[in-house]
């Protein structure tokens, strides 16, 4: 279902504001060209501009991690009380948005203790030791500093201040889970869990089981069975999890657009196709970044202890990941550090090429490092020959869908078939391909082309295909269920369909895909005498889309049967397709039938565009008792064209 507008604009403000805080981060640590180019990236680097849109907990995560960071910068420079417990408290909250964050607390205590009473920093820009003189200025400095009684106070001090502020914010939610399940569990369960998936031989089937246990009681079960499998034979145990640790080490190190746009079967959603410059463009500043953020990080240290808690972060998100499994979203941490020190990088090209020619020890491991990176990211993909054949399937995949728009379903039938040849597996081409054979009357060969696979797009034509041979139960249940599934936009994907001609419209009914867009899923409305009314909101704007069987005359008219969901008329704004607009007032209580002018410019015409927009407001806001967050408009029941071919 569709989340609040309200939980968007969280969402978005927050991965907003990290964009000042990494200049103010990189500024703080490194120079203010570091700073910049460290917020340009976040501000243009395609995962950090989506991440916004989907309602994951990892902006949260994400913004809570920067804020921690620049947090523990601040107070490095100005030992306030104040700053580390706000620091604490930020890490609190990113834990609570992913529970394995509290690892991040000791990384945070370990800077905690290094930068207790430490001497004035050196410039990000300054030459710096080498290792061994490094080493042996730290172990005279340590030798020192732990003959203090002052400094023991002092780092005892600080650390208590950052973990009760810390455990401020978690042990609620701690407390909270042992009154619920009658157990200890910190955040959540889902470390042991994952890890039993991992190993699990079927981990589609152990999805399943697990769901069959209580929630307290998962995690239990998942540590037990992982215990089992492993003493039931150690060898291939301990063989899984080392082979799954390389293929899944070498899948951190790609170049991710590019992997989602050209080898998934589906985009579930994501607008690759619509920003793929930026896409490709990102994995471009991706490579860059990634690569001198690793140089960077062989440099000799002149931050001080952040560089120990960014080899602490990548380590330990580098090591989850092989025991666990890749997502995309849990690599954050990685690129938020690697681009941090990517930036430095760019920001003194020479200084930083002359830094590793003085040292020769970190220059040499640099040459290691980025020969490690560079043979990881070629040998995991032969990304040359996917670019290639990536331009082909999408150039057959417009050809296609222009044939198609234009009536010659043949031609949309050969393109859709030459694009599969490269890409057999991508869901989005198969639908089409059924729509185009569907179109010729080739049934039989568009429910083989569909075949078994309950993919979104596939699910949609599969109802598609129903309507068309007439079996209107059917189709209804499988329009409805493709609505139902996360992912794409339905609505939307069916206005790109060829219907039947219609001058009347049953909204609710899944039957009604291919005529509108912008409105809710079904719903069902029970009336005194046993019936059951279909409608759908219409959510702030939408589109009526009706193909006609003869043409619009002058004085035809639109009719709705509407309602508002609030009290008082709701103003209802239809823009035709000749661009006239007319508004009129929609009122509360009951259904009503309304009927406009269609404009006698659009006589002619055998289809029927109307972009409609009204006010939303959000039932869990302004109606008592209401948990219903979806932004809606309008109740919508059925729409109909008056005066066709007269």
């Not at 246990?213 to 998942?222: E, G, K, L, N, S």
Request: proline fraction near 5%; charge should be neutral; aromatic fraction near 12%.
């Amino acid at each position: 279902c569709r989340w609040s507008s309200a939980g968007a604009a969280l969402q978005i403000g927050m991965i907003t504001l990290t964009i000042p805080l990494a200049y103010a981060i990189g500024s703080r640590l490194f120079n203010r060209r570091a700073g910049l180019i460290y917020a340009g990236i976040l501000a243009v680097w395609f995962p950090f501009v989506e991440l916004p849109i989907h309602l994951f907990s990892e902006p949260t995560f994400f913004f809570c991690l920067v804020v921690h960071l620049w947090l523990l910068l601040r107070w490095r420079d100005n030992r306030r009380w104040t700053t580390l417990a706000l620091a604490g408290i930020a890490i609190g909250y990113a834990s609570l948005a992913r529970s394995t964050t509290l690892y991040g607390v000791v990384f945070a205590v370990l800077f905690i203790v290094l930068e207790s009473h430490r001497t004035t920093a050196a410039p990000a820009d300054a030459p710096g030791l080498g290792v061994w003189p490094w080493l042996r200025q730290q172990w005279q400095v340590w030798l020192a500093r732990l003959r203090l009684r002052e400094w023991w106070l002092a780092v005892l001090r600080n650390v208590a201040i950052f973990l009760l502020a810390c455990a401020a914010i978690i042990t609620p939610w701690t407390l909270r889970n042992y009154l619920v399940y009658d157990r200890f569990i910190p955040i959540d369960t889902l470390s042991s869990v994952n890890l039993w998936l991992h190993v699990e031989k079927y981990p589609e089937k152990g999805v399943e089981i697990i769901k069959t246990y209580p929630q307290a009681d998962r995690h239990i079960f998942a540590r037990e069975d992982t215990r089992r499998i492993m003493q039931a034979d150690p060898v291939a145990f301990w063989n899984l999890i080392w082979r799954n640790a390389g293929f899944h080490f070498q899948h951190i190190w790609k170049a991710q657009f590019t992997e989602d746009f050209l080898t998934r079967p589906s985009f579930y959603g994501r607008p690759l196709r619509e920003f793929w410059v930026l896409g490709v463009a990102s994995d471009v500043l991706w490579f860059v970044f990634t690569l001198g953020g690793l140089l960077a990080l062989t440099t000799p240290t002149r931050e001080g202890a952040f560089r120990v808690v960014a080899l602490a972060w990548i380590s330990f998100t580098i090591v989850a990941m092989m025991i666990m499994h890749i997502e995309p979203r849990y690599l954050f941490p990685i690129w938020t550090f690697l681009a941090l020190y990517g930036a430095w990088a760019l920001s003194r090209p020479r200084h930083f090429v002359d830094m590793l020619r003085q040292h020769r020890l970190h220059g040499a491991m640099a040459l290691v490092i980025g020969a490690v990176f560079l043979s990881v990211f070629f040998t995991y993909r032969n990304y040359p020959q996917l670019i290639v054949d990536g331009i082909a399937r999408e150039t057959n995949y417009a050809a296609g869908m222009q044939a198609y728009q234009a009536g010659d379903y043949a031609a949309a039938e050969d393109a859709f078939r030459a694009a599969l040849d490269v890409h057999g597996t991508f869901t989005e081409l198969r639908a089409n391909l059924a729509l185009a054979l569907i179109a010729q009357g080739q049934t039989d060969a568009a429910r083989e082309v569909l075949g078994t696979s309950d993919a979104q797009h596939i699910v949609m034509v599969r109802g598609v295909l129903a309507r068309t041979e007439g079996n209107l139960d059917e189709a209804a249940t499988y329009l409805i269920d493709s609505e139902k599934r996360a992912g794409m936009n339905m609505q939307a994907f069916g206005l790109q369909i060829d219907v039947k001609s219609a001058t009347a419209v049953q909204l609710g009914t899944g039957l009604d895909l291919g005529y509108i867009a912008g409105f809710s899923s079904v719903e069902q409305l029970p009336q005194p005498d046993g019936t059951i009314q279909t409608y759908r909101w219409l959510q702030g704007t939408g589109r009526l889309h009706l193909p006609l069987s003869e043409p619009l005359q002058a004085g035809s008219v639109l009719e709705l049967r509407l309602t508002s969901g609030q009290p008082g008329a709701v103003p209802l704004t239809l823009t035709f397709a000749n661009g006239e607009h007319k508004t009129i007032q929609i009122e509360s209580g009951q259904w009503r039938i309304y009927r406009v002018a269609v404009p006698a410019a659009l006589a002619g015409r055998t289809v029927l565009d109307v972009a409609l927009e009204a006010p939303i407001f959000i039932p869990a806001s302004t109606l008592p008792g209401s948990i219903d967050t979806r932004p809606l408009s309008l109740m919508v029941s059925t729409v109909q064209v008056e005066g066709v071919g007269r």
